[in-house]
């Protein structure tokens, strides 16, 4: 599914089965809560912290497209196009640090 693809089945699945978006300041929130979350689960997986309930399925996938799912939320309730977004922004980190990471001698 491409990302324009991702924006239309959202916006249909919340225009329908979830009725209507929350508003834009709700969803910045539950996307820091889902963040939240994300980075809970990374750093008992990456990290030196470890669960609580070790025989719980974890799916890193599942809260990472939970993530996906209210940032396209709130593109769609914003008006902005995220693949156009992407693309552009692509092109702005390929210029502005196009020798950035290679002449850094941290990452060598």
């Given at each position: 599914?491409?990302?324009?693809?991702?924006q239309?089945?959202?916006?249909?699945?919340?225009?329908?089965?979830?009725v209507?978006?929350?508003?834009e300041?709700?969803?910045m929130?539950?996307?820091?809560?889902?963040?939240?979350?994300?980075?809970?689960?990374?750093?008992r997986?990456?990290?030196?912290q470890?669960?609580?309930?070790?025989?719980?399925?974890?799916?890193?996938?599942?809260?990472m497209?939970?993530?996906?799912?209210?940032?396209i939320?709130?593109a769609?309730?914003?008006?902005?196009?995220?693949?156009?977004?992407?693309?552009?922004?692509?092109?702005?980190k390929?210029?502005?640090?196009a020798?950035?990471?290679?002449?850094?001698?941290?990452?060598?």
């Amino acid at each position: 599914m491409t990302i324009a693809e991702a924006q239309k089945k959202i916006d249909l699945w919340i225009t329908t089965t979830g009725v209507r978006y929350f508003n834009e300041l709700t969803n910045m929130s539950l996307l820091m809560e889902e963040v939240g979350e994300l980075a809970r689960l990374m750093a008992r997986i990456y990290g030196e912290q470890s669960f609580k309930n070790p025989q719980k399925d974890h799916d890193l996938g599942d809260e990472m497209a939970d993530v996906l799912w209210v940032l396209i939320c709130l593109a769609n309730q914003t008006g902005v196009d995220l693949t156009s977004a992407l693309e552009k922004n692509l092109l702005k980190k390929s210029g502005r640090d196009a020798n950035r990471h290679k002449d850094n001698q941290k990452l060598h």
